[in-house]
């Protein structure tokens, strides 16, 4: 086990006032049913962003909350992170943008694109700047507003996907020899699988053009079979990996929050890892796969249940497009 060079000192997140449930989907003339997507993935509902709603104002939410119960002041952060796959412009980062709402005048800021590892990625990350001597204290956000880049008349895709954002402040761990915060991390990609899931058109390869606009290939296309067999493995790899590094094994584990992309693949990664379902953090039935969103919104609402508490020991795993995967074993 490594020593913890950082450690999480506060956690919040912010979705869109408008709850879009299973059976308003059908309404929209998608051939669909709530039966269905209840079965196939566990989701019920999802939060879908409205006028006034954009990925830096979500962002912003949770950062506030979580520097709030960080005790953290704008001026101290020295970096923000964010893990995002729908930035609110491609050009610049959406990180600067939630810099200026929050006044964090001092920091370098810079948007992370590792899909639904997308905050796993960025903590790995912010933990490496505190590790180096580069920051102290850095804001990781993940955070997507999907509803924009889903095509709404694919029922493979636009049944899955939720609007949110999820924030975490990592800081420098007081002292040597610390148990407190995170004891060990493991990240690996497979772009040969990239176009298993991608938006074919819309970047510097293929431009927005009216035949990419008129083919929908602006939006996100999904071979969803192929994905989950994918995730099913990735997920358990990234379990054993994070655990074998930490030197700790199952039983040490006081709760695993996975990537809340489908309840089947939770199950999965639940069975293999050999944590039974008590220990595992289910929320994906009311936010559905909010992407780099999800493990951060689902820290947030299981301390906020009382099931992450001062001493738990954590995994978290993820998996999303690229393939990119990865995990993390955090003691709070
Ligand atoms: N409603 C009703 N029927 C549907 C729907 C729907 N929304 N979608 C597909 N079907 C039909 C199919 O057409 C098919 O019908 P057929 O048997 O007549 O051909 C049948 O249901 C079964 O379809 P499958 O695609 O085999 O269904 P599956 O059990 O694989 O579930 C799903 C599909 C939910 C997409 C699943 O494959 C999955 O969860 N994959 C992983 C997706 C994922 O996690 N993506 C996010 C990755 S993270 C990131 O980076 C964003």
């Keep these: 086990m490594k020593r913890p060079f950082a450690y999480i000192a506060g956690t919040g997140h912010a979705v869109p006032k408008r709850a879009v449930t299973n059976a308003d989907i059908a309404a929209m003339g998608v051939e669909t049913n709530d039966e269905w997507i209840i079965e196939r993935t566990g989701i019920r509902q999802r939060y879908v962003a409205g006028e006034g709603e954009s990925l830096t104002s ?8 979580a520097m709030a119960r960080a005790g953290v002041q704008p001026g101290e952060i020295d970096t923000i992170i964010l893990g995002t796959a729908s930035p609110d ?5 959406t990180a600067v943008e939630v810099q200026t709402a929050l006044g964090c005048t001092r920091a370098a800021a810079f948007d992370l694109a590792a ?4 905050w796993l990625y960025s903590t790995i990350v912010g933990e490496s700047l505190i590790a180096s001597g580069s920051a102290d204290t850095v804001l990781v956000i993940g955070a997507e507003k999907l509803s924009a880049i889903v095509d709404w008349t694919d029922r493979n895709t636009c049944i899955l996907f939720g609007d949110g954002a999820g924030a975490t402040v990592l800081r420098r761990t007081p002292q040597r020899g ?4 995170i004891l060990s991390t493991y990240m690996r990609s497979d772009g040969a699988l990239a176009e298993l899931l991608w938006r074919p058109a819309g970047g510097g390869a293929k431009p927005f053009t009216p035949e990419s606009y008129a083919d929908r290939s602006h939006y996100i296309h999904m071979a969803g079979r192929e994905v989950f067999k994918h995730a099913v493995r990735s997920m358990a790899e ?10 700790l094994t199952a039983a040490d584990i006081d709760l695993l929050i996975p990537h809340q992309a489908n309840v ?8 293999h890892a050999g944590i039974s379902m008590d220990k595992v953090f289910v929320n994906v039935d009311r936010f559905g796969n909010t992407s780099a969103a999800s493990v951060p919104i689902a820290l947030n609402d299981a301390i906020a ?9 954590v995994l978290f795993a993820a998996f999303g497009a690229g393939f990119t995967w990865g995990s993390a074993v955090v003691r709070f």
Aim: proline share 2%; glycine share 10%; aromatic share 0%.
């Design 305 to 313: 249940q009382g099931r992450v508490r001062e001493g738990s020991t």
């Design 238 to 247: 990234s379990t054993d990996r994070a655990l074998d590094a930490a030197r």
């Design 89 to 93: 412009h491609l050009l610049p980062s």
């Design 178 to 181: 610390g148990t407190k915060g």
């Design 115 to 118: 899909a639904c590892s997308g």
């Design 58 to 65: 979500l962002s912003a939410d949770a950062a506030r909350q």
């Design 264 to 271: 089947r693949i939770i199950e999965a990664t639940a069975k």
